[in-house]
């Protein structure tokens, strides 16, 4: 799981170069509240029998208490990259809170979830504070950096022009953003959507580690492409804009909730695209990762019950039975 | 260092490679070790008869015994001279106790007068051969002979070596190329076989043409590059099938271990038994991984101290490879002869139960690596899972005896899970300890 972590670096690092110190704020938060909350959890709930006294002893060599494995770490990270960088501090605390308890520990601890838990958190965030998690403001510039390095905490408060980002600009207002800007991120959007150059930097380090494979982000982009060329829109406008990029390489390749099969991931990633284009273009959310993954999640039992092979049991013939 | 770094740093698919061969030099001979603990059965059902009494004197390679009944039985030999200890139960590799000769050795290794195979009414071919080569402890097997009339038209020999680190047939072939090929012909001789198929690697070219070049006025002998290494548990499903199939008679194959074959030839020609076999001693808990000839018999613990292993930190002794090898409870048993390494691993951080709190398990998390690099294409996890719960039926239907117990995807869990154990522990709830093909591969009896 730190193998995320380390992927996850390139975009920490572009988000705070965008939008400030806040940005590694909000990552920082959503860290500790997602590791404290299954600590938390996991020594009264899942810890029979558990001593405080030699607490840190207990801690670590204890075998129900596995937060030290990196998954709460990563989805914390997740969490943080999904959020606008002008959300106060206690979205990301309760959205870490909501993601690791009810996302995952409900249902009973790491690789028994159904759906993604960073996802869970945003998708919670949303329903229940969506002016908060909906509101952009723009990258600052570099004159605004040297004024927010300041010692004290108010320096650090983005008070940023608020800004539409490209896909809301385009479902309410028509109007497309040029391809640079996408790529590099200097666009208004969620901490970790913006910059496609880190999150490809970040994808192309899982891909050679060997901790994600091709299968589910070539499918999910390859069939976001394809729908989005078939429908008439711009296809790479659609790639690179919002938090596709980001769902294909990191949100849906979590590895506990996708299809265990090479055909199932593919089909995964494909229901995942189409999703996503259809909720962008036809429903009424500018942003449709979320969900797609969400939904994808759901049907991944039943998908991976109709691509595993059946199995003949080993023929016992004259050359088995010699031996 | 197969053992200690954290899941993100290393786990490719097999272990690292330490260089192909474990040293460049010849193989050495371990000392004698001062006692030898030989089985007479394979498992605690075996019918065995014993031919010696405690406090008897032998000499090495005296019959100590016959494991099996007559006339598919195998011969028993002391590895070395000393003093009959003890008869009875003691701990063996695959079993829980089993009956065993111990001796204590004298440290002369005086040997006993013996008459070589060739000249004895053993020579020629047919039953008597075989039966000859069983009688010097060989494992030959005997079961696919009989039902064939002693007769078999082809042999296969799989030299590739599946397991990483353990590069023992290589450094036989590389030694002893006209040994292995002249075992080849006494053995294609005596069961009228008319061509053998040798197996490599396909990247070991020097050792390709060794081999041939040994075997180059034997017109029988086809020595083939593998593209792959194939796991010896696979041989009899997987490589009979696939490269017998379409020649004249598929079932009249036998498959001998490299050996076995060095053993037929030191019989044949200076009749002595098989009391001695090269062994690879690898793994992260040994400072001096070695290839050695070591007797038949030895305790483990003796074979790690003396290549440099410190006992107190070791966290998994294996016999076999780090993949396939068979994890042993106390290094007390003795080695056996067929087994072709010992892999000890060290582990650190060790709780009340001596497991490794470092490499403790954890839920699945269903990354599918071990899916991945199956070559059984099976769902390990998934079928652990049922395991797990009891739920061996279901197991059977989702492919459990389809696996060749390779080991990859217990090498590859990220989550450490005992995923071969798991498997292991479904086959022998189903269908008995015969079932499992890493134990029915270091059976004596049965070749």
């Not at chain 2, 450490?416 to 522990?425: D, S, W």
Request: hydrophobic letters at 45%; a positive charge; charged letters at 15%.
């Amino acid at each position: 799981m730190f193998d995320v972590l380390i992927a996850s670096l390139p975009i920490v690092v572009a988000s705070t170069f965008l939008f400030g110190l806040r940005a590694l704020w909000i990552t920082l938060i959503s860290v500790v509240t997602a590791m404290a909350t299954e600590a938390l959890i996991q020594i009264f709930f899942k810890a029979p029998g558990f001593r405080f006294r030699p607490f840190l002893y207990n801690f670590l060599t204890s075998d129900d208490i596995t937060v030290l494995d990196g998954s709460a770490l990563a989805t914390g990270l997740l969490l943080a990259f999904t959020l606008p960088p002008g959300s106060p501090f206690w979205i990301p605390m309760v959205g870490a809170f909501v993601a690791i308890a009810i996302g995952k520990q409900v249902f009973g601890g790491i690789g028994h979830n159904v759906f993604n838990p960073a996802l869970v958190g945003r998708a919670f965030l949303l329903a229940a504070w969506p002016a908060q998690t909906t509101s952009w403001t723009a990258p600052i510039s570099w004159s605004r950096w040297i004024c927010l390095l300041g010692p004290s905490p108010h320096s650090w408060m983005v008070d940023g022009v608020s800004a539409a980002t490209p896909l809301s600009l385009l479902s309410l207002q028509g109007h497309t953003t040029p391809l640079f800007q996408l790529m590099v991120g200097n666009i208004a959007g969620s901490l970790g959507e913006t910059s496609a150059l880190a999150i490809l930097l970040g994808a192309a380090y899982l891909l050679y580690k060997g901790t994600i494979s091709w299968h589910i982000p070539v499918s999910y982009v390859g069939a976001a492409f394809l729908l989005s060329l078939v429908l008439g829109e711009d296809p790479l406008f659609h790639v690179f804009a919002g938090g596709l990029l980001l769902g294909a390489f990191f949100m849906a390749t979590d590895v506990v909730t996708s299809p265990v099969t090479k055909w199932g991931r593919i089909l995964f990633g494909v229901g995942a695209g189409v999703l996503t284009i259809l909720i962008r273009l036809f429903g009424a959310f500018p942003e449709g990762v979320c969900y797609s993954i969400l939904l994808m999640n759901g049907l991944t039992p039943l998908i991976d019950k109709y691509t595993a092979r059946t199995y003949q049991p080993p023929k016992k013939d004259a050359i088995t039975e010699g031996g | 260092m197969d053992g200690f770094l954290p899941t993100f740093i290393r786990r490719k698919a097999r272990p690292p490679f330490p260089g192909r061969l474990a040293q460049e030099g010849p193989a050495l001979k371990m000392e004698i070790p001062e006692r030898v603990v030989v089985p007479l059965q394979d498992t605690p059902d075996t019918p065995y008869e014993v031919a010696v009494r405690a406090e008897e004197t032998v000499r090495s390679g005296q019959l100590l015994g016959w494991m099996g009944k007559a006339p598919a039985r195998l011969g028993v030999h002391a590895s070395t001279s000393g003093r009959v200890d003890r008869v009875g139960p003691a701990p063996h590799p695959l079993g829980i106790n089993v009956y065993s000769v111990s001796i204590t050795s004298d440290g002369n290794d005086e040997g006993c007068v013996s008459s070589p195979l060739k000249s004895g009414e053993a020579g020629g071919n047919g039953q008597k051969a075989i039966e000859g080569f069983r009688e010097m402890g060989i494992p030959l097997n005997y079961g696919l002979l009989y039902a064939r009339g002693f007769k078999v038209s082809s042999l296969l020999v799989n030299a590739t070596e599946f397991e990483p680190h353990i590069t023992s047939s290589h450094q036989l072939i590389r030694e002893f190329p006209q040994n292995l090929v002249e075992g080849l012909k006494v053995l294609m001789g005596a069961c009228s076989a008319s061509r053998a198929l040798v197996l490599l690697e396909k990247d070991m070219p020097s050792l390709i043409k060794a081999l041939k070049e040994a075997g180059a006025e034997a017109p029988g002998i086809v020595v083939r590059g593998a593209g792959r290494p194939c796991p010896e548990t696979a041989t009899k499903d997987f490589l009979l099938r696939k490269l017998f199939s379409g020649g004249p008679a598929p079932a009249e194959v036998m498959s001998v271990s490299l050996s076995s074959l060095f053993a037929i030839c030191r019989a044949w020609s200076s009749g002595e038994p098989f009391t001695e076999r090269l062994i690879t001693i690898a793994g992260s808990g040994i400072k001096n991984p070695q290839n050695t000839w070591v007797k038949i018999g030895t305790p483990l613990a003796h074979l790690i101290q003396c290549s440099g292993g410190s006992l107190p930190c070791l966290g998994r002794v294996a016999v076999g490879g780090p993949l396939m090898g068979i994890p042993q409870y106390s290094l007390e048993v003795p080695l056996i002869k067929k087994a072709r390494g010992i892999f000890a691993a060290v582990a650190f951080l060790f709780d009340e139960h001596r497991r490794s709190r470092f490499y403790k398990r954890i839920p699945c998390v269903k990354c599918a690596k071990c899916v991945d690099v199956c070559p059984a294409s099976i769902i390990p996890s998934f079928i652990a899972g049922l395991i797990d719960n009891k739920l061996f039926h279901d197991a059977e239907q989702w492919g459990v005896f389809n696996c060749i117990e390779c080991g990859l995807c217990e090498y590859v869990c990220p989550s450490r899970i005992p995923l071969l154990e798991l498997m292991k522990h479904g086959k022998v709830s189903l269908g008995g300890e015969g079932c499992l093909l890493t134990r029915s591969n270091l059976e004596t009896l049965s070749g």
